[in-house]
């Protein structure tokens, strides 16, 4: 299975080998009460580390993927004052210039909106079951989140 989808109440969640639609999760947020909408659009680059990228892959456990980024959300949801949440991720291939993965977040004011987007990236990355292959001129490499790894080491430095 390497698809699925979530909608409980005031959240949406995605995981689809298909094109990502930013208008859609946009529309989706949409709220009267809202003053303001926030999003981040994860785009595939054409280099890293001087290494011209030909394209990204995308794995996940679909199952728990759905948990985590529900998990997500609802955490999200006790840390600020927010509308509506939208978190959408590709598995498959994903092209350079094309979307990986788009949250778009909804509340009264920019603040909470802003805060709660930059959070559910950072949490994203660390968390959800989803992996990356990169391949590049010359190559593949499965890809672990450098910034993930790092806020999990700081984590466990801060526990002990």
Known sequence: MDRGEL???????EITPNTLDVM??????????????????????DTFDGKQVERL???????????KLLELC????????LKKVAMAHRTG???VGEASVVIV????????????????????KATVPIWKKEFFEGGEVWKENAESRARLLRKEEGSS
């Open 24 to 45: 859609k999760y946009t529309n989706l947020v949409s709220d009267p009460g809202a003053g303001a909408i926030a999003s981040f659009i994860g785009v595939t680059r």
């Open 105 to 124: 977040i909804s509340s009264a004011h920019r603040i909470e909106a802003l805060e709660a987007v930059h959070w559910a990236i950072d949490e994203l």
């Open 93 to 95: 291939v994903v092209a």
């Open 74 to 81: 609802e955490e999200a949801y006790t840390k600020w004052d």
């Open 7 to 13: 909608t409980i109440g005031d959240l949406y969640i």
């Open 57 to 67: 892959e995308y794995e996940a456990y679909v199952p728990m993927a759905l948990k």
